[in-house]
């Protein structure tokens, strides 16, 4: 049964706090991204991988990091620097640069108080 | 880089009757264009995509079309049905990155 999975589905946090969204592949998928959603902005991209060991910032990267260190895993810090970090984050991946179709997971809705 | 336009933010339709999502981008090297949908609580799924060799491709009851000329594309959605009712993202490859818009939620009425 092949897909990406992001767990924990919903995740609370205390502000001030860092955590970590995860994020597998078992598509053999060479690219990995990170999206931010919010009500009416639709989809922005936080950090997107292109191979493993290498990751780039997308348009709104301040306050996250990444890593890459297996091609089926890309997880996502969310650290206390990002000012308003309660939203939907949505993990994709897709072949790599021959096809720019995404494949998305089901995605975290992270909370903040 | 890349923006991506796209009307109406809200679209409510009869069922049965057909619905029709709007989308313009801004850079003219652009040359692949997917629609997603998004049902609530869950991530989006690609239904159609298209690139710029083409004008338009159907899928059953969908079909995109595209006019590279005025830079913008539309997803019609014919014969509606309560399924349909989601959010709906089109999209544009810039910058070897996929640039979203903010998304239509289609509301399909009995």
């Known amino acids: 049964d092949g897909g990406i999975t992001q767990s924990p589905k919903y995740l609370f946090r205390k502000e001030g706090q860092n955590v970590t969204l995860s994020c597998e592949q078992n598509l053999n998928h060479d690219a990995m991204y990170w999206y931010r959603q919010d009500p009416g902005q639709g989809l922005r991209l936080i950090y997107y991988s292109q191979i493993v060991n290498d990751f780039q910032k997308g348009d709104i990267a301040e306050g996250y990091s990444v890593s890459r260190e297996k091609k089926e895993s890309f997880p996502l810090t969310v650290t206390s620097a990002q000012k308003n970090p309660t939203a939907f984050y949505l993990c994709a991946s897709s072949i790599g640069r021959s096809s720019y179709e995404q494949y998305f997971g089901p995605g975290t809705r992270l909370t903040v108080t | 880089g890349e923006n991506v336009e796209q009307h109406p933010s809200t679209l409510s339709v009869q069922e049965g009757d057909s619905a029709v999502i709007k989308c313009t981008y801004s850079d003219s090297a652009s040359n692949y264009f997917p629609w997603y949908k998004q049902e609530l609580g869950k991530g989006p799924q690609l239904i159609i995509d298209?690139?710029?060799?083409?004008g338009e491709k159907k899928d059953q009851r969908i079909a995109v079309t595209l006019n590279k000329t005025a830079k913008h594309f539309s997803l019609h959605i014919t014969e509606t049905q309560p399924e349909d009712s989601a959010v709906y993202f089109c999209a544009a490859l810039g910058d070897d990155k996929i640039i979203f818009g903010k998304g239509t939620r289609l509301h399909i009425l009995p």
């Open positions: 298209i690139r710029s060799n083409v």
